[in-house]
T-cell receptor, first 115, second 116 residues
Framework: KAGVTQTPRYLIKTRGQQVTLSCSPI?????VSWYQQTPGQGLQFLFE???????NKGNFPGRFSGRQFSNSRSEMNVSTLELGDSALYLC??????????????FGEGSWLTVV | AQSVTQPDIHITVSEGASLELRCNYS??????LFWYVQSPGQGLQLLLK??????LVQGIKGFEAEFKRSQSSFNLRKPSVHWSDAAEYFC??????????????FGKGTKLSVKP
């Protein structure tokens, strides 16, 4: 079956703009998480959605937001982009979220460059 | 606070040689532990995971890891490295929310280079 799909794969934005990234989880998966990966900070958790509700949130400013739709697809939005937002944004899905034995599968990521 | 340390930023091994990547975690209870691999420009692929039971865990691509509670370690091993194993490897611990696995906390990664 298809894996976690993220679009777009690559994008370039200007400081001050906003960006929306999309994630389609593995079919049947209801939990979607987002992570930011940068050379300096490594992999950091942004937020997790389950059944259209944000269930867990990392330590990021309010410019970073997300949502999940009834079909489990998720989007994340970054407003007022800063140069430091340049990163690989990874989406991950899992069957039912934070439960024992649950495996989290990652997409290939969206590369965002802010200029 | 939960944390993961991967002491080696970069390791180079010869093809056919054995490999051990180190991972230490900080956690108050029995952790959920994972190893992921990332090839250049790609996402993360799960190699193996530990939740409970047997402390020696077998994964894909011939990898295994051993959970040692006394040393707070979860080292990844492979008896014979192939050139295709060159990638970056991440150890992660599952943060707990209400007693269940929540988000993942990652180490900084170890980049593996393989010499022919």
């Amino acid at each position: 079956k298809a894996g976690v799909t993220q679009t777009p794969r690559y994008l370039i934005k200007t400081r001050g703009q906003q960006v929306t990234l999309s994630c389609s989880p593995i079919s049947g998966h209801r939990s979607v998480s987002w992570y930011q990966q940068t050379p300096g900070q490594g992999l950091q958790f942004l937020f997790e959605y389950f059944s259209e509700t944000q269930r867990n949130k990392g330590n990021f400013p309010g410019r970073f937001s997300g949502r999940q739709f009834s079909n489990s697809r998720s989007e994340m939005n970054v407003s007022t982009l800063e140069l430091g937002d340049s990163a690989l944004y990874l989406c991950a899905s899992s069957l039912v979220g934070p439960e024992r034995g649950n495996t989290i599968y990652f997409g290939e990521g969206s590369w965002l460059t802010v200029v | 606070a939960q944390s993961v340390t991967q002491p080696d930023i970069h390791i180079t091994v010869s093809e056919g040689a054995s490999l051990e990547l180190r991972c230490n975690y900080s956690y108050g209870a029995t952790p959920y532990l994972f190893w992921y691999v990332q090839s250049p420009g790609q996402g993360l692929q799960l190699l193996l995971k530990y939740f409970s039971g047997d402390t020696l865990v077998q994964g894909i691509k011939g990898f295994e890891a051993e959970f040692k509670r006394s040393q707070s370690s979860f080292n990844l091993r492979k008896p014979s490295v192939h050139w295709s194993d060159a990638a970056e490897y991440f150890c992660a611990v599952g943060a707990r929310i209400g007693g269940s696995q929540g988000n993942l906390i990652f180490g900084k990664g170890t980049k593996l280079s393989v010499k022919p």
